[in-house]
């Protein structure tokens, strides 16, 4: 008895993945323009903060938040897969906060900003009486390159415990932001970072960038931070 050959097709690549890929990063374009439009009525200066977990972006928001609240009306986004255990540190300094649950998902997007500024508004103020919303996005340096929220401006941040060659490996992140800010500056010893290695590998994938080093931890760490994003406020306002 002859046994009859049964043809197993080959896997063919399906473009289905790409098209709504497409679709999804074509409808946050769309919702993020309409979410700078806002902002800009509103003469709200929105900065965004993306980094790996670990690199102390909370820390960070907290006192930048606590050293611009006397002098600016500064309130926070802040998104977490599950816990609202950064919301609950950011609210120490004074400032409004609101929590952004993503459940699974590792970023983001303009339809949840958009869904959380309907729902919310900060310390009993509406959109237009504040001057600067912060958004603390979730601990990751792949997905939420590809998601504009409508900021004026990015700071990516790389903490000196994650190696000089995170720019390297997570190039895209460090393409779309605006600013580099390494924080734990003051364990950079400690832990042998070497600064001008950190700088050529930014360098490399972003000509031009600047970096401000940073500490949470010891008086006058924030200073350069502070001193640029003021100087970034002025312009806006000017």
């Known amino acids: 008895m002859t046994a009859t050959r049964v043809a197993i097709p080959r896997p063919v690549a399906i473009p289905r993945m790409v098209e709504v890929r497409q679709k999804i990063l074509k409808n946050n374009d769309v919702l993020a323009a309409a979410l700078r439009m806002r902002f800009r ?9 993306v980094s790996s977990p670990g690199a102390g972006k909370t820390a960070f928001l907290e006192k930048t938040l606590t050293a611009l609240g006397p002098d600016y009306r500064v309130a926070a986004l802040v998104g977490d897969l599950a816990t609202d255990n950064d919301a609950v540190r950011l609210a120490r300094s004074q400032a409004p906060v609101r929590q952004i649950t993503t459940g699974t998902v590792c970023h983001l997007d ?9 729902d919310w508004h900060p310390g009993g103020r509406q959109l237009a009486d504040l001057d600067v919303l912060f958004i603390e996005n979730v601990g990751n340096l792949v997905c939420p390159s590809s998601y504009d929220l409508g900021e004026n401006l990015r700071a990516v941040l790389l903490s000196v415990t994650e190696g000089e060659d995170k ?45 401000i080093p940073a500490s949470a931890k010891v008086r006058g760490g924030l200073d350069q931070w502070l001193e640029f994003l003021r100087g970034n406020l002025n312009s806006a306002n000017g």
């Open 110 to 118: 303009a339809a949840m900003i958009e869904k959380a500024l309907d």
């Open 41 to 49: 009525e509103n003469g709200v200066f929105v900065v965004s903060l």
């Open 167 to 211: 720019p390297l490996k997570y190039p895209t992140i460090f393409n779309t932001s605006d600013i580099a800010v390494v924080t734990k500056i003051d364990i950079a010893d400690a832990v042998e970072f070497d600064w001008a290695a950190a700088a050529a590998n930014i360098q490399a994938v972003r000509p031009g960038m600047r970096m």
